[in-house]
């Protein structure tokens, strides 16, 4: 059951907006304040040895250098969920895939944005030549984690970035399924893997 909507806008930041959003619920009228966002992806490329790539950039919004999978906002009119996917590998990581698989969506925080995210698995890595699209991506190193990790580098906390954490899991599980298990035969690599980010 959705409920019908009037957003009034109180600032537009471009690629987001903040509104006063009113609707009708159990015939009460609810207020809330809203960020509105124009949705993203998130890519978690997966070498055949059971890397994942991922680049650690500076988040000014956290005053952090943050450990992240590949992501950016489907800002392109028109654009596939699945183009803004390779768009956004290429640029960041400097990898083009041969196979991208979408493994599920999120909202990142419904309490107050309907931003929504959609995950890909990306297989069959090849180099590409990276082109950063801000001063924070130029900054970036190129890294990589090994996925069997996943659970102990975020219980040690050195992992933090909710998006890469849900990506990183969903992708560990599927890739050991039957249908994950599938999804991999015959794919290869054609990159030499960046560096380990964290301790082996």
Same mark, same amino acid.
């Given at each position: 059951?959705? &409920?019908?909507?009037?957003?009034? +806008?109180?600032?537009?930041? %471009?690629? /987001? ?15 809330? @304040? ?6 993203? #992806?998130?890519? #978690?490329?997966? @070498? ?18 943050? @450990?992240?999978?590949? &992501?950016?906002?489907?800002?392109? $009119? ?10 956004? +590998?290429?640029?960041?990581? %400097? ?7 979408? +493994?599920?969506?999120?909202?990142? *925080? ?8 959609? /995950? ?5 890595? @090849?180099?590409?030549?990276? *082109? ?15 996925? $069997? ?7 040690? %906390?050195?992992?933090? $970035?909710?998006? *890469?954490? /849900? %990506?990183?899991? /969903? ?17 290869? $690599? *054609? +990159? #030499? ?8």
């Amino acid at each position: 059951m959705t &409920a019908e909507l009037n957003d009034r +806008l109180l600032f537009d930041a %471009g690629f /987001i907006k903040m509104v006063e959003r009113t609707a009708s619920l159990d015939d009460q009228l609810i207020t809330r @304040t809203v960020v509105t966002h124009l949705g993203a #992806v998130v890519v #978690v490329p997966v @070498t055949t040895s059971g890397h994942a790539i991922l680049i650690r950039q500076f988040r000014l919004a956290a005053n952090a250098w943050v @450990t992240e999978l590949p &992501a950016g906002k489907r800002d392109v $009119d028109g654009e596939p969920a699945k183009e803004t996917a390779r768009r956004e +590998l290429a640029e960041e990581c %400097g990898v083009a895939a041969s196979k991208l698989i979408r +493994l599920c969506h999120f909202l990142n *925080s419904p309490g107050f944005t309907d931003e929504s995210t959609e /995950i890909f698995l990306a297989l069959g890595l @090849t180099s590409v030549p990276r *082109s950063p699209q801000s001063p924070e991506e130029a900054a970036a190193d190129v890294v990589s984690v090994r996925l $069997d990790r996943v659970y102990e580098l975020v219980a040690s %906390g050195a992992l933090i $970035d909710g998006k *890469s954490i /849900i %990506g990183l899991t /969903i992708a560990r599980d599927f890739l050991a399924t039957p249908n994950g298990v599938a999804a991999a035969k015959g794919v290869s $690599d *054609s +990159l #030499v893997e960046p560096p380990l980010a964290l301790p082996r």
